[in-house]
């Protein structure tokens, strides 16, 4: 079976563009939460989805958004980029409504300039 | 708000040498799951704790969940080369689907 898979890799902005990541969970698998990952914060929830519906959100700002489609895959949104946005983002699949293993995708490495 | 505190922050070890890394709360955790990620690589799910005084142990790896549910624990016997890795203990929580709060992570670095 498949992995969750994130396109684009990598991605290069520049301060106030905004980007869109897309992530393909595993088959079957229709939970998706993306993460950010920075060596200072570490890694941070930013919000899930499951059955196209978000049904949690961290603590970030109004410029982050996502939405999940009828296939289960993912994208998220960043308006606006700053340089602190600046991150690796992680998405990950889950085959089960709550509090089971989640499975991360490689991460889409963008870097706002 | 929610906060999974990881110690420590760092460990080099010596080839052979075992390995703990410990994670605490100052509230009762619904559920613990530790992940590995390999430096450059994304975390990889290792296992997840739910009841309390739980142990698991997979071959040279052994979790533990503390009977108050408040500190897990994850332990490396005789550690090997391909145990360098970051290693994340992570707060579940039930009642809000499959959210998870990240401790900061230990980074284990084996010298051979």
């Known amino acids: 079976k498949a992995g969750v898979t994130q396109t684009p890799r990598y991605l290069i902005k520049t301060r106030g563009q905004q980007v869109t990541l897309s992530c393909s969970p595993i088959?079957?698998?229709?939970?998706v939460s993306w993460y950010q990952q920075t060596p200072g914060q570490g890694l941070q929830f930013l919000f899930e989805?499951?059955?196209?519906?978000?049904?949690n959100k961290g603590n970030f700002p109004g410029r982050f958004s996502g939405r999940q489609f009828s296939n289960s895959r993912s994208e998220m949104n960043v308006s606006t980029l700053e340089l602190g946005d600046s991150a690796l983002y992680l998405c990950?699949?889950?085959?089960?409504?709550?509090?089971?293993?989640?499975?991360f995708g490689p991460g889409t490495r963008l870097t706002v300039t | 708000g929610q906060q999974v505190m990881q110690i420590p922050q760092y460990q080099h070890v010596q080839e052979g040498e075992d390995f703990t890394t410990y994670c605490n709360s100052s509230?009762?955790?619904?559920?613990i799951q530790w992940y590995k990620q390999r430096p450059g690589g994304h975390p990889v799910f290792l296992i997840q704790?739910?009841?309390?005084?739980e142990v698991k142990k997979q071959k040279r790896l052994t979790f533990q969940f503390g009977e108050a549910k408040k500190n897990s624990s994850l332990h490396i016997t005789a550690t090997q080369t391909t145990d360098v890795g970051t290693y994340f203990c992570?707060?579940?929580?039930?009642?809000?689907?499959?959210?998870?709060?990240f401790g900061a992570g230990t980074i284990l670095r084996v010298k051979s």
């Open positions: 992570a707060e579940g929580f039930l009642e809000y689907g499959n959210k998870l709060v």
């Open positions: 088959s079957g698998h229709r939970s």
């Open positions: 704790l739910v009841k309390s005084g």
């Open positions: 990950a699949s889950s085959l089960r409504s709550a509090g089971y293993e989640q499975y």
């Open positions: 509230t009762t955790l619904s559920n």
């Open positions: 989805y499951f059955s196209e519906t978000q049904r």
